[in-house]
């Protein structure tokens, strides 16, 4: 089964290594930690597009959360 990370602000969001991921031809590769200003900053914008209502919301705050 292949499972597709979420993205936002056109990173891609791994819960597992908590990080934000962007990839860029010209740029190359940029990664950001959450525990980094920035990405306090996104993380925090990601949160608010969650859905707590919904199974995969909850789920996703889980995993962030966790």
């Known amino acids: 089964m292949i499972r597709q990370l979420p993205t936002f602000k056109g990173y891609t969001i791994d819960i597992r290594l908590k990080e934000f991921r ?3 031809p010209q740029w ?3 990664f ?3 525990d980094s ?3 306090d900053r996104l993380l925090v914008g990601f949160i ?3 859905d707590a209502d ?7 705050l889980i995993k962030i959360g966790g």
């Open 28 to 30: 190359g590769f940029k």
């Open 54 to 60: 919904t199974n995969e919301g909850r789920e996703m």
């Open 32 to 34: 950001i930690p959450f």
């Open 37 to 39: 200003p920035k990405g």
């Open 48 to 50: 608010r597009t969650l």
């Open 22 to 24: 962007k990839a860029d």
